[in-house]
């Protein structure tokens, strides 16, 4: 089995099957590890969604910006820019079903038996792993149980990131992404 690791594809799905058979995937062996930002500039967001989601566990993919932005404006936190090419999600048929799939993706997800860890930016030197693997899963429990809706509507005197059960943060990628979820909430 091989494992592929792609980023941002951001709604290019054509590219995308491209490079796919020009790598010979096979999903039947292989396994395709996205860092986020599946959506949003390219006009065929919605495909690659529905693509990556009918993968099922041979896709991976980690939340990125372009995620988060799509969930908040999806629950009228912030509209959409003039740029974004989201609306094709938001009206879709399954637009409820994609986007609890999306608020149920890791921001940080690792594999043992690789021994590789997959995240959007990156995480910090003086990190350790437990760590960023910590804050993530906080924010993946927040984002994914039944009152997520809160999370993007409560008001906030502090940032996600100190919400969190973590001491001294520093910039990573779940850090950022969680920054990035603020500026939108402001």
């Known amino acids: 089995m091989t494992t592929y690791a792609i980023s941002s594809v951001k709604g290019y799905y054509r590219p995308l099957m491209k490079l796919l058979e020009k790598i010979q995937f096979n999903p039947e062996n292989d396994c395709l590890w996205f860092v986020g930002n599946l959506i949003n500039e390219g006009p065929q967001s919605l495909d690659v969604l529905r693509f990556v989601k009918s993968l099922g566990k041979k896709a991976v993919t980690v939340l990125g910006s372009q995620e988060l932005q799509l969930l908040a404006i999806a629950e009228g936190i912030i509209q959409p820019a003039a740029t974004d090419t989201l609306d094709e999600i938001l009206n879709a048929a399954e637009r409820d079903e994609l986007l609890q799939w999306l608020r149920r993706r890791p921001f940080l997800h690792h594999d043992a038996k690789l021994n590789f860890t997959l995240v959007h930016a990156g995480i910090p030197a003086d990190w350790t792993f437990s760590k960023a693997l910590t804050f993530a899963c906080e924010v993946e429990s927040l984002l994914s149980q039944n009152t997520y809706r809160a999370f993007f509507r409560k008001p906030r ?10 001491e001294r943060l520093e910039t990573s990628a779940v850090y950022q992404q969680c920054l990035y979820l603020n500026e939108l909430l402001r």
Request: aromatic content about 0%.
């Open 157 to 166: 005197p502090r940032p996600i990131a100190q919400e969190c059960q973590i």
